[in-house]
């Protein structure tokens, strides 16, 4: 069974597109959350989001290849990622080769990608598309309907009289300078 490639359909491929991201992933998202990534992407940043299509027209794989303009020059994040009952075809690895195809032929020099340690078939995809640990982060949470915060009373006003300011980048103008500022 043959798949095709093509970019993603934003009026139409969200829903399956976020299905495919939240049955991997433990930071869910929604398909407005895709459409916000899009509107908030900074002028001389890439997105490029494929879909991976079977002949039923659904879709069975998504990948993306990002570049913000602060980033070092030829460096692109990529994110592959097959539906579980798919996987092991050669769908992801379409995937990834055509976004790479896509960022080489725009100057790519080094490729980052993050991979969960929770799913090692996801770090044995990226170990054989030449990818290398190169740090280990931990994701901690905190559940803030049992969160006992009077252990903190009184700290953020013992750390603002030492002199340290808290605030918002909105507070600052949410602008291209504060922005690289943070």
Not at 156 to 177: H, K, Q
Request: proline share 3%; with cysteine.
């Amino acid at each position: 069974m043959g798949i095709a490639i093509r970019p993603l359909d934003y009026e139409t491929d969200l829903p399956e597109v976020v299905a495919l991201h939240n049955q991997s992933y433990a930071e869910q998202i929604t398909p407005e959350t895709i459409r916000e990534w899009q509107r908030n992407m900074q002028a001389g940043g890439v997105r490029h989001r494929l879909c991976a299509v079977n002949e039923q027209g659904a879709i069975i794989g998504y990948g993306h290849a990002v570049r913000d303009p602060f980033m070092a020059d030829g460096l692109y994040w990529l994110n592959v990622v097959v539906d579980q009952a798919h996987r092991n075809r050669g769908y992801g690895q379409q995937l990834y080769q055509t976004l790479v195809a896509y960022v080489s032929e725009r100057g790519a020099t080094h490729l980052r990608a993050e991979v969960r340690d929770d799913h090692p078939e996801y770090l044995r995809f990226a170990k054989d598309c030449g990818f290398q640990i190169e740090r280990h982060l931990f994701e901690s949470t905190l559940d803030l309907a049992t969160f006992d915060e009077s252990r903190f009373a009184g700290a953020v006003e013992r750390i603002e009289a030492s002199g340290i300011r808290f605030f918002s980048v909105a507070d600052l103008g949410n602008t291209e300078e504060a922005q690289r500022k943070l």
